[in-house]
C-alpha cells in the first residue's frame, strides 16, 4: 500500500466497488443538479464569463458545420455543443446554453468526484476513506462553485485529473501502454483548455523521471509522453482540417492565449491575491460576504491554517514510502503541478477560481492521507475519522451558505434590466460602467452583445445597437500599454462624443464609489495611479444628477459637462 503501511493486501475490483462508484457519480450530480436549481444564478458572483462563453457555444448547438473552432478551446466548444443539442432532445433548459451549461458542469464534477473515488480506492483499498475523500473533493469551495455555475473549466478540469490520477496509478510503474495511454489523455485535457498544459506537463515529466531508475529508460519515457501529445494534437487538428477557426498541429500545442493581456506579468500585489485564490479553493467567504459573521479575514486564516495541518501531515507520511514508485508518481504529479501552477498563476489571475481549480488537486489528496493516518491510529482512530468526517460535512454546509447571498441573482437582474430599460430610451442612451459590472453581463445578455465605444455611433436617436454602452476601463483593458494620459484623454474623447451626439449618458454606480471600492471592483488590471486618474477626470470634468435608483443594479446618475469646459 502507498498509504497504509500496515495493510497488507488490496482490495480488487468488486461489485461494492462499483455500486460505490455509481453512488457517487449520480449522487454528486443530482446533488450539484439540485443546488443549481435552488441556486437560480448561472453566471455565480466571480465573473460574467459564462455568459459570454454561452454566446460563442449557441453556434454549436444550432449550426454545428460552421460554427467556429477557437484554438485555447479546441474540443470544449464541440464537445459542450454536442450535449447541449442532447439537452434540448431532453427538453432541459431547451435553447438556452447559458443554463445548459450549469447542468454539464454539474455532470462533469460527478466525475471528477467517482475519478477521486477511484483513485483513493485503488491507493489505499479502504472503501470509507475513498467515500470520503470523494465528499471532500465536492465541499471544497471552488469545486463546487465552479460545478453549479457556467464558467467553462469543469469538463477540461475533470478530463485533467482523470489524467493525473491515472499517472498517479500506472506512471510508478511505466510501460508504453500506459505512458501513451496517460499522454493522450492529458492532451485531450488540454486541447479542450490550453493553459492545463502548463503546470501538469512538468508533473507528468518529473513523475517518469522519479519513477524510472535507468536514466535511459527516463529519456524514453518522457520522449514518448512528448511524442504522445504531440500526435493527439496532430490527430485532432487533421479531423478538423477545413473547418472554420481551424488551425495546424503547433498552433494547437502554442496559441500564447493572454501571454500579453492586461493580467499577464508579475507583481508584488499577486501574492496577496495568490493567497486569496489558495485558501478560496476550501473556504467560500471569498465568493460572499454574510452579514453578522466576522469578516473575510477570519476566514483566510481558518483556511491557511487548515491546509498547512494537512501538508504537515500528508507530507511526512507519504515520504516515508518513497520507496514505493506509485508514491512518487502521487507526489510528483500532485505537487509538482500545485508548485508549477502557482508560479504560473503568479503571471496570470492567482485568485480566480479556474486558475486554481486544477493547481490546488493536491488538497484532496492530502486529505485522503490524515483521513487513513487518523484511522491507523490504535487508540482514537475511529473518533477521528468521525470528527473528520463531520468537519468534511460542515465544510460543504458552510460553503453552501457562504453563495446564499448570491441566490437568485439570474431573476433579480432580469427584472433590473426591464427596469433600467423602462426608466431610459435604449435608443437616447449610451451607457457608462465598470467593464466588470454585473450590469454589463446582464445587458449584454438581455439586450445583445457590443463592444465598448461610440466611435461607430451616429446621431440620437439610433436603433441599434440596442446596448450602447462606454467602459471604464475599456481601452486599460485593450491598450494596457497606453499612459494614464491616454487613458484619461480616450475615456473623456467617448463621453464628450456620446453627449455632442444627443444622447444621455447614464453612470451606474461609478459615481459614487470611493477610491478604494473602485480599485477593488477593478481587481489588478490596473495601478490605482491609472484608476484614480480616470475617476478624477469623471469628478472634475462632469457634473452628475441623480437619474434613478435600482434596488439590484444600483444608482443611476445623468453626466452633463461641467459648465466652463
Given at each position: 500500500m502507498v498509504f497504509a503501511s500496515s495493510i497488507s493486501r488490496r482490495s480488487s475490483p468488486t461489485a461494492t466497488a462499483l455500486v460505490d462508484l455509481a453512488l457517487v457519480v449520480l449522487g454528486g450530480g443530482a446533488l450539484l443538479i439540485a443546488i443549481v436549481l435552488w441556486f437560480d444564478n448561472a453566471q455565480g458572483g466571480l465573473t460574467g464569463n459564462g455568459v459570454f462563453k454561452s454566446l460563442e457555444l449557441k453556434p454549436w448547438v444550432t449550426d454545428p458545420a460552421h460554427a467556429p473552432l477557437y484554438p485555447s478551446n479546441y474540443l470544449f466548444y464541440p464537445l459542450y455543443g454536442a450535449l447541449c443539442r442532447l439537452l434540448d432532445l431532453l427538453g432541459v433548459f431547451a435553447g438556452d446554453p447559458r443554463r445548459q451549461m450549469t447542468i454539464l458542469n454539474a455532470a462533469s464534477c460527478a466525475l471528477s468526484l467517482g475519478i477521486i473515488y477511484l483513485l483513493i480506492r485503488?491507493?489505499?483499498?479502504?472503501?470509507?476513506?475513498?467515500?470520503?475523500?470523494?465528499?471532500?473533493?465536492?465541499?471544497?469551495?471552488?469545486?463546487?462553485?465552479?460545478?453549479?455555475?457556467?464558467?467553462?473549466?469543469?469538463?477540461?478540469?475533470?478530463?485533467?485529473?482523470a489524467a493525473m490520477a491515472l499517472g498517479a496509478v500506472w506512471l510508478g510503474r511505466p510501460t508504453a501502454a500506459r505512458v501513451v495511454a496517460v499522454s493522450v489523455l492529458f492532451s485531450l485535457a488540454w486541447l479542450m483548455e490550453w493553459r492545463l498544459m502548463f503546470p501538469t506537463l512538468p508533473a507528468m515529466l518529473v513523475a517518469l523521471w522519479v519513477c524510472e531508475a535507468n536514466w535511459q529508460r527516463r529519456l524514453g519515457w518522457i520522449a514518448l509522453f512528448l511524442v504522445g501529445m504531440v500526435a493527439t494534437a496532430a490527430i485532432v487538428a487533421w479531423a478538423w482540417q477545413g473547418h472554420e477557426g481551424a488551425v495546424g498541429t503547433f498552433d494547437l500545442i502554442w496559441t500564447g492565449k493572454a501571454v500579453r493581456s492586461v493580467w499577464a506579468g508579475f507583481t508584488w500585489a499577486k501574492v496577496g491575491y495568490m493567497w486569496d485564490g489558495m485558501v478560496g479553493y476550501l473556504l467560500g467567504a471569498g465568493v460572499a460576504q454574510i452579514p453578522g459573521i466576522p469578516g473575510w479575514d477570519m476566514w483566510r486564516w481558518v483556511a491557511t491554517v487548515w491546509m498547512l495541518a494537512v501538508a504537515f501531515f500528508a507530507l511526512p507520511f507519504l515520504w516515508r514510502h518513497w520507496d514505493d514508485p506509485r508514491s512518487r508518481a502521487l507526489l510528483a504529479i500532485f505537487g509538482v503541478t500545485f508548485v508549477a501552477g502557482e508560479v504560473f498563476n503568479l503571471y496570470a489571475q492567482p485568485q480566480d477560481p479556474q486558475m486554481q481549480i486544477n493547481v490546488m488537486a493536491w488538497l484532496t489528496v492530502g486529505w485522503a492521507v490524515v483521513l487513513v493516518a487518523a484511522r491507523e491510529n490504535r487508540r482514537y482512530g475511529g473518533r477521528l475519522l468521525a470528527a473528520l468526517s463531520g468537519l468534511s460535512v460542515a465544510l460543504f454546509a458552510y460553503n453552501v451558505w457562504s453563495i446564499a447571498p448570491l441566490r437568485g441573482l439570474d431573476s433579480a437582474w432580469e427584472g433590473a434590466i426591464q427596469r433600467m430599460e423602462k426608466e431610459s430610451n435604449p435608443e437616447r442612451t449610451v451607457w457608462l460602467m465598470h467593464d466588470f459590472d454585473w450590469a454589463m453581463v446582464y445587458g449584454s445578455l438581455h439586450w445583445g452583445t457590443n463592444d465598448p465605444g461610440v466611435a461607430k455611433l451616429g446621431p440620437a436617436p439610433q436603433k441599434e445597437p440596442k446596448f450602447k454602452w462606454i467602459g471604464f476601463t475599456g481601452q486599460v483593458l485593450r491598450h494596457p500599454e497606453w499612459s494614464d494620459e491616454q487613458q484619461v484623454a480616450e475615456l473623456r474623447g467617448q463621453i464628450d462624443r456620446a453627449l455632442d451626439l444627443g444622447y444621455d449618458v447614464l453612470v451606474i454606480r461609478l459615481w459614487d464609489m470611493d477610491p478604494y471600492q473602485l480599485e477593488v471592483a477593478t481587481g489588478m488590471v490596473a495601478s490605482s495611479e491609472r484608476i484614480q486618474a480616470l475617476r478624477r477626470m469623471l469628478r472634475e470634468d462632469y457634473v452628475a444628477t441623480q437619474a434613478f435608483i435600482d434596488p439590484v443594479a444600483g444608482a443611476v446618475d445623468r453626466l452633463k459637462k461641467r459648465p466652463g469646459r
Open positions: 485503488n491507493l489505499t483499498g479502504i472503501r470509507l476513506v475513498a467515500l470520503l475523500a470523494a465528499w471532500f473533493h465536492l465541499a471544497s469551495s471552488f469545486v463546487m462553485f465552479l460545478a453549479i455555475i457556467n464558467e467553462d473549466i469543469m469538463p477540461s478540469y475533470t478530463v485533467l485529473l
